[in-house]
Nanobody, 127 residues
């Protein structure tokens, strides 16, 4: 069972940084991949970054590679998304999700059941 609780997000000026956290209070940490999708108003949901919680494999969307870093603290069953050099186009609701496959973060996450999602964190980048 997956129970994801997100924290972080907020508002920042272009070029600024934010960090998102996602804790798994369920029993699946170490066996699944976790990461974030985002959805901006009027746009489809897209995968941002993912990490295999049983190892070190990661995935990044081309749009964030080099600016965002996903990491994990296994003892806390928590993943983090450090977002640097934020731009207005990064403005979106960011949703943490857990899924068996890391490659899921290359898509839109539509196949991930509702029970495997966090509550969402708003990220706003504006001057």
């Amino acid at each position: 069972q997956v129970q994801l609780v997100e924290s972080g997000g907020g508002s920042v000026q272009p070029g600024g940084s934010l960090r998102l956290s996602c804790a798994d209070f369920g029993q699946t940490y170490g066996t699944m991949s976790m990461g974030w999708f985002r959805q901006a108003p009027g746009k489809e949901r897209e995968g941002v970054a993912g990490i295999f919680t049983g190892g070190s494999s990661t995935f990044y969307a081309d749009s964030v590679r080099g600016r965002f870093t996903i990491s994990q603290d296994s003892a806390k069953k928590t993943i983090y998304l450090q977002m640097n050099s934020l731009q207005p186009e990064d403005t979106a609701m960011y949703y943490c999700a857990a899924t068996p496959s890391l490659t899921a973060f290359a898509g839109d996450g539509n196949h991930i059941p509702l029970s495997s999602w966090g509550q969402g964190s708003q990220v706003t980048v504006s001057s």
